[in-house]
């Protein structure tokens, strides 16, 4: 099969790089981008759309649907689509017909050679194929072939990808509005098996999809759907977009749906040679967003303690799981101390001596307090609420490590230490 190949010359490359990349993605998947275009390789799309000028009308139209100005040519050669691109930056289309209008100083002619074809008044790539071959080789060398094969349309310059793929991606139009995402998963299914099929190919696997679900009246719902490791489990993936969706429904009409699959490195099938056996990953993300969908998202995560006097001065964070890690006996780290907060606040009478703390009792234990620490300011955020909580830490006789606190003199227990 004969080689083709497309070149978008553009006047401003800087700005418009990610938007060519887009245009020359719809058309193929070898793609350089050069300091004033962009080349990539169309082979094979003449039985699609057909001759190399109506390959380029097509570039040319998607390029207007992006807003993008530039000229674009189509040719056998990569030399040859690259000149004609460059003859004229407007938004044109170059066919390979009027490459011999092409000027010589496009050429990589030197200098004193141009000053001399100048001179003769070859200005131009018609009239240096008018001069024998013979004659210019024996005069500028063995060098001046390169430019020959050029202007033949015979160059050989390659192709060199450099625009590094991040993500693969699948879609699908409806022929009709179907109301409940769930009728999808079958045909999901299949889009994700092709996707995840091209993302193995590449030799990578995925911790993220992108479902962009297209409604009714030209809206979008973009669902943004991690795992915290990469794997290209297809009935996992099913489970989780799922879930996802039905926290936050379309609430529309769907009339098509697209699947983005992001790269990443595939993960280790073997995660330590004395690693303790534990439940995969797959199953606790299952079951983390299963939860969400019963309590809700913002009551599912892990805790992260905040550096604030507050009255909770923790927060959950929905986005990360709890990552295991494997220590030895002989490893000493410090020690954890944790905090169980008491819902509801359990009441407490509260002695108070020579303004030191004596003794506390409440409905499940009473005893003398052996020692404490405090007094504490409860807010951090003196700008929202007055300083009205006090805080201690204190130590029972017999019983434990608790939190005492007073507000507007009610004295109670917000939680053990463990």
Same mark, same amino acid.
């Given at each position: 099969?004969?080689?083709?190949?497309?070149?978008?010359?553009?006047?401003?490359?800087?700005?418009?790089?990610?938007?060519?990349?887009?245009?020359?993605?719809?058309?193929?998947?070898?793609?350089?981008?050069?300091? +004033?275009? @962009?080349?990539?390789?169309?082979?094979? &799309?003449?039985?699609?759309?057909? %001759?190399?000028?109506? #390959? =380029?009308?097509?570039?040319?139209?998607?390029?207007?649907?992006?807003?993008?100005?530039?000229?674009?040519?189509?040719?056998?050669?990569?030399?040859?689509?690259?000149?004609?691109?460059?003859?004229?930056?407007?938004?044109?289309?170059?066919?390979?017909?009027?490459?011999?209008?092409?000027?010589?100083?496009?050429?990589?002619?030197?200098?004193?050679?141009?000053?001399?074809?100048?001179?003769?008044?070859?200005?131009?790539?018609?009239?240096?194929?008018?001069?024998?071959?013979?004659?210019?080789?024996?005069?500028?060398?063995?060098?001046?072939?390169?430019?020959? +094969?050029? @202007?033949?349309?015979?160059?050989?310059? &390659?192709?060199?990808?450099?625009? %590094?793929?991040?993500? #693969? =991606?699948?879609?699908?139009?409806?022929?009709?509005?179907?109301?409940?995402?769930?009728?999808?998963?079958?045909?999901?299914?299949?889009?994700?098996?092709?996707?995840?099929?091209?993302?193995?190919?590449?030799?990578?696997?995925?911790?993220?999809?992108?479902?962009?679900?297209?409604?009714?009246?030209?809206?979008?719902?973009?669902?943004?759907?991690?795992?915290?490791?990469?794997?290209?489990?297809?009935?996992?993936?099913?489970?989780?977009?799922?879930?996802?969706?039905?926290?936050?429904?379309?609430?529309?009409?769907?009339?098509?749906?697209?699947?983005?699959?992001?790269?990443?490195?595939?993960?280790?099938?073997?995660?330590?040679?004395?690693?303790?056996?534990?439940?995969?990953?797959?199953?606790?993300?299952?079951?983390?967003?299963?939860?969400?969908?019963?309590?809700?998202?913002?009551?599912?995560?892990?805790?992260?303690?905040?550096?604030?006097?507050?009255?909770?001065?923790?927060?959950?964070?929905?986005?990360?799981?709890?990552?295991?890690?494997?220590?030895?006996?002989?490893?000493?780290?410090?020690?954890?101390?944790?905090?169980?907060?008491?819902?509801?606040?359990?009441?407490?009478?509260?002695?108070?001596?020579?303004?030191?703390?004596?003794?506390?009792?409440?409905?499940?234990?009473?005893?003398?307090?052996?020692?404490?620490?405090?007094?504490?300011?409860?807010?951090?955020?003196?700008?929202?609420?007055?300083?009205?909580?006090?805080?201690?830490?204190?130590?029972?006789?017999?019983?434990?490590?608790?939190?005492?606190?007073?507000?507007?003199?009610?004295?109670?227990?917000?939680?053990?230490?463990?």
């Amino acid at each position: 099969m004969s080689r083709s190949y497309a070149c978008i010359i553009s006047p401003d490359v800087k700005r418009d790089k990610e938007d060519l990349v887009f245009v020359a993605r719809q058309f193929s998947y070898s793609i350089e981008i050069l300091d +004033d275009g @962009i080349l990539f390789d169309v082979s094979g &799309l003449g039985r699609l759309i057909g %001759k190399p000028a109506a #390959v =380029a009308k097509k570039i040319l139209e998607e390029m207007q649907r992006q807003d993008l100005s530039g000229s674009v040519a189509v040719a056998d050669t990569v030399e040859t689509a690259m000149l004609l691109a460059r003859h004229d930056t407007a938004a044109v289309v170059r066919s390979p017909e009027t490459f011999q209008q092409i000027p010589l100083h496009q050429l990589p002619i030197e200098q004193d050679t141009l000053n001399v074809f100048g001179d003769l008044g070859i200005r131009s790539v018609d009239g240096l194929l008018a001069i024998p071959h013979e004659d210019l080789i024996g005069r500028y060398g063995s060098e001046f072939k390169t430019v020959i +094969d050029i @202007i033949e349309q015979k160059g050989t310059s &390659l192709l060199t990808p450099n625009v %590094k793929e991040d993500h #693969v =991606a699948w879609s699908y139009e409806l022929d009709s509005p179907i109301e409940d995402f769930e009728q999808l998963i079958f045909l999901l299914n299949h889009g994700l098996d092709k996707l995840f099929a091209q993302t193995a190919q590449n030799g990578f696997s995925t911790e993220q999809l992108d479902i962009i679900l297209k409604l009714r009246e030209h809206d979008e719902r973009i669902y943004e759907i991690r795992a915290s490791f990469p794997t290209l489990e297809r009935a996992f993936w099913l489970k989780l977009i799922n879930l996802r969706v039905s926290l936050d429904p379309p609430g529309s009409g769907i009339v098509a749906v697209k699947a983005i699959a992001w790269f990443t490195k595939p993960r280790a099938s073997q995660r330590g040679l004395y690693a303790v056996s534990r439940p995969e990953p797959e199953n606790l993300l299952l079951t983390v967003n299963k939860l969400k969908k019963l309590v809700g998202e913002d009551n599912v995560g892990v805790p992260v303690i905040l550096d604030q006097r507050l009255a909770e001065a923790f927060m959950l964070d929905p986005e990360i799981l709890p990552k295991g890690t494997e220590r030895s006996e002989t490893q000493r780290g410090n020690a954890i101390i944790a905090f169980s907060y008491f819902r509801p606040r359990v009441p407490a009478e509260v002695l108070v001596r020579d303004k030191r703390l004596v003794f506390v009792r409440t409905q499940y234990f009473s005893g003398r307090v052996l020692e404490y620490s405090g007094v504490w300011r409860a807010n951090s955020k003196w700008w929202d609420k007055g300083w009205r909580t006090e805080e201690w830490d204190i130590e029972v006789e017999n019983n434990g490590v608790y939190r005492l606190c007073k507000a507007n003199n009610d004295w109670f227990l917000t939680g053990e230490y463990d």
